[in-house]
C-alpha cells in the first residue's frame, strides 16, 4: 500500500497551464504504475494519463494527447501531470492513482489501481 497526496491544483483560464503532483509514501515507488484520472458530477472516473514504473512507458487518453504530459520522479517518490492548453472541458477532480505493476497491466482501466488520493480541484475558466 501506498499513500498519495495530490497537489497543483487551481483556477486557471483557458489556454493556460498548470502542474499537478503526487506525493508517494513507501520505499518501492519504481515498483508501480502511476496513473492520472478526472472526475466530473454525475460522470464515471476518466482515464487521463499513466506512466511505468520505471518511467519509461507512458500513455495518454486521446482527449488530452499532445496537451498533457505525465512524468515521474523515483528518487522524489512524485509523479506530476504537465497539462497545457487547458480547455472548460478539462475542468474536473484530479486524482493520483498507484498499482503495482505487472506483464499486461490495464494502464486506463481505474479498477486496475487500488491505491487513490483524495484529488485536486482544476477548474478551466473561458
Known amino acids: 500500500q501506498v499513500q498519495l497526496v495530490e497537489s497543483g491544483g487551481g483556477l486557471v483560464q483557458a489556454g493556460g497551464s498548470l502542474r499537478l503532483s503526487c506525493a508517494a509514501s513507501?520505499?518501492?515507488?519504481?515498483?508501480?504504475?502511476m496513473g492520472w484520472f478526472r472526475q466530473t458530477p454525475g460522470k464515471e472516473q476518466e482515464f487521463v494519463a499513466a506512466?511505468?514504473?520505471?518511467?519509461?512507458?507512458?500513455y495518454y487518453a486521446g482527449s488530452v494527447k499532445g496537451r498533457f504530459v505525465i512524468s515521474r520522479d523515483n528518487a522524489k517518490n512524485t509523479v506530476y501531470l504537465q497539462m497545457n492548453s487547458l480547455k472548460p472541458e478539462d475542468t474536473a477532480v484530479y486524482y493520483c492513482?498507484?498499482?503495482?505493476?505487472?506483464?499486461?497491466?490495464?494502464?486506463?482501466?481505474?479498477?486496475?489501481?487500488?491505491?487513490w488520493g483524495q484529488g485536486t480541484q482544476v477548474t478551466v475558466s473561458s
Open positions: 492513482a498507484a498499482a503495482l505493476e505487472y506483464r499486461g497491466i490495464l494502464y486506463s482501466h481505474r479498477y486496475t489501481y487500488n491505491n
Open positions: 506512466i511505468t514504473g520505471s518511467g519509461g512507458g507512458t
Open positions: 513507501g520505499r518501492t515507488f519504481s515498483a508501480y504504475v
